[in-house]
């Protein structure tokens, strides 16, 4: 069984930063590509960024200059950065990893439960 786990989202200001972080735990195998994703109300969820094992990261053109993202190999673990914050950030953020869990298997895709971010004031 494979788990991912957030925490770390909740209520800022506009302008404001919040650091949510994603682990992964179980038989994970090798862990390739974990990203962050968001969902709001009536949307689509879309993705906000990824980062590959060997560091090489991805950002949505909306969260450019904004979002960091970042990943601890040893505790298979992503971060998200967030400054800056605006109302239209507003959303559930979902982790993301690829995993392989059977040797020579293909990777398949996991997701944790989700975490509200609300930006308003």
């Known amino acids: 069984q494979v788990q991912l786990v957030e925490s770390g989202g909740g209520l800022v200001q506009p302008g404001g930063s919040l650091r949510p972080s994603c682990a992964a735990s179980?038989?994970?195998?090798?862990?390739?590509?974990m990203g962050w994703y968001c969902q709001a109300p009536g949307k689509q969820r879309e993705l906000v960024a990824t980062?590959?094992?060997?560091?090489?990261?991805d950002y949505a053109d909306s969260v450019k200059g904004r979002f960091t993202i970042s990943r601890d190999n040893a505790k298979n673990t992503v971060y998200l950065q967030m400054d800056s914050l605006k109302p239209e950030d507003t959303a559930v953020y979902y982790c993301?990893?690829?995993?392989?869990?059977?040797?020579?298997?293909?990777?398949?895709?996991?997701w944790g439960q989700g975490t509200q971010v609300t930006v308003s004031s």
């Open positions: 993301n990893a690829k995993i392989q869990t059977v040797s020579f298997a293909p990777t398949n895709d996991y």
């Open positions: 179980g038989r994970l195998g090798r862990v390739d590509a």
């Open positions: 980062i590959t094992s060997g560091g090489v990261t």
